[in-house]
Structures are given as C-alpha cells and as structure tokens.
C-alpha cells in the first residue's frame, strides 16, 4: 500500500476497489491535464494529497447515508467526483451530480464516470442557470466566497440541507462577511491537507 493510500484510509475506511479507482482517477487526470488544466501542474505529482484527501475529508465531514448531493463548479471533480467514487461503496443510496460549465472539464467527468463505473450524473451548464436541484447536500471547492455560495443554496439547496465548502485560511473571514446578509449555522472542520483551511458543514440557512 502507497503512503497516500495509507493517509486517505485514515480518513475514510475505504476497500481496495474503491482505492483503485482512485488510482485509475488520478491517472486519468495525468492523462487528460496537458489538454484540459483539470489541475495545477505544479499538483499534478501530488493528486492524491493536494485533493483526493480534502474531498474525502467533506465527505466524511457531511457523513451522507442517501439523498442527493450536488457538487457547484466541480471542474476536475474535487470534491464531487470523488464524493461519488466513496459513496459507490459507503452510501450507495447516495446520488451525485456534478455542475460544471466548461463542456471541456464536464465531458472528462463523463468519462471518469463511464471508466470508473461510477452513478454520476454531469450537467454542463451555469450554476445559476441550473433548474434548482433540491439537493440534501450542496458543495464546492475554491469556486467563491461564502456569501454567493449561500446564495446559490437558496435556489439549489432543499430547506433541511446542508452546505459542504471547502475553505481556505480566510474562511472566518467569509464567515463573518456572509452573516451581514445571511442567518446560519455551521460547523468548521480542519483541512486534513491545508493548515489553517477548513470544511465548513452549514445549514439552517435564511436571509438576514
């Protein structure tokens, strides 16, 4: 077993399958970048700490049994492609969707889905152009500040979801920026790959 398996099974508890198919993604990814930019090169040796382990970690963090998560701006499918890959084995009840606008990015993702044999459904369109999705579980990964990404939860998020973003060092910043506009709850907790960086589960969310 390879270090970055090992650092992603102390995460996530996880069967050899499911860890080949991560292997098979990462090699898509080292296949498909020099055309598409999936990932910053300087990342591309480093696929499966740099964001394999943070999209396992909002998985583990959101803790999805069933329902419906959708994943904003998934580009090369961080966190939501990975998401699906988990939830074949650990919740399959669980259906996911990727939004990604650049036809480009989303007919990877199809392609991932097919290769890998994954439930993963991909809409290539605008976020805000979507038809609301009513999705239990909402995430997003360095696509835009906390306040937007609050408001594309009142058109795709159902009232009893949750949010599931994936922040960098400013996130309290976000936080208290997004509180002048919105009421919500949230629960921070620490990127297993970025100090300082947190996952943010938030819910119970309405306008200020």
Avoid at 58 to 70: E, L
Avoid at 91 to 113: G, H, M, N, W, Y
Avoid at 148 to 153: I, P, R, S
Wanted: glycine share 6%; hydrophobic share 40%; net charge negative.
């Amino acid at each position: 077993m390879s270090s970055e398996e090992a650092a992603l099974l102390a995460h996530v508890d996880v069967s050899r399958e499911t860890l080949d198919r991560l292997g098979a993604y990462a090699e898509l990814i080292r296949k498909w970048n020099p055309t598409i930019n999936l990932v910053a090169k300087s990342t591309l040796d480093d696929v499966w700490d740099r964001h394999f382990l943070d999209s396992a970690a909002a998985f583990t963090a959101a803790n999805p049994k069933s329902g419906r998560w959708v994943d904003m701006g998934s580009g090369g499918g961080f966190p939501g492609a990975v998401v699906a890959i988990l939830a074949a084995e650990l919740a399959p009840d669980l259906q996911v969707t990727c939004i990604e606008s650049d036809v480009r990015k989303a007919s990877f993702l199809r392609t991932l889905a097919t290769q890998l044999q994954i439930p993963l459904g991909v809409l290539s369109r605008r976020i805000e152009d979507t038809p609301p999705q009513n999705a239990d579980f909402l995430s997003a990964r360095a696509l835009s500040p906390l306040k937007l990404l609050l408001a594309h939860c009142e058109r795709h998020l159902s009232p009893e979801g949750r949010g599931v973003f994936l922040k960098g060092e400013s996130w309290r910043q976000e936080v208290d920026e997004a509180l002048e506009t919105f009421r919500f709850s949230v629960d921070n907790r620490p990127s297993p790959t970025h100090p300082g960086s947190a996952i943010l589960v938030v819910g119970d969310i309405s306008r200020a």
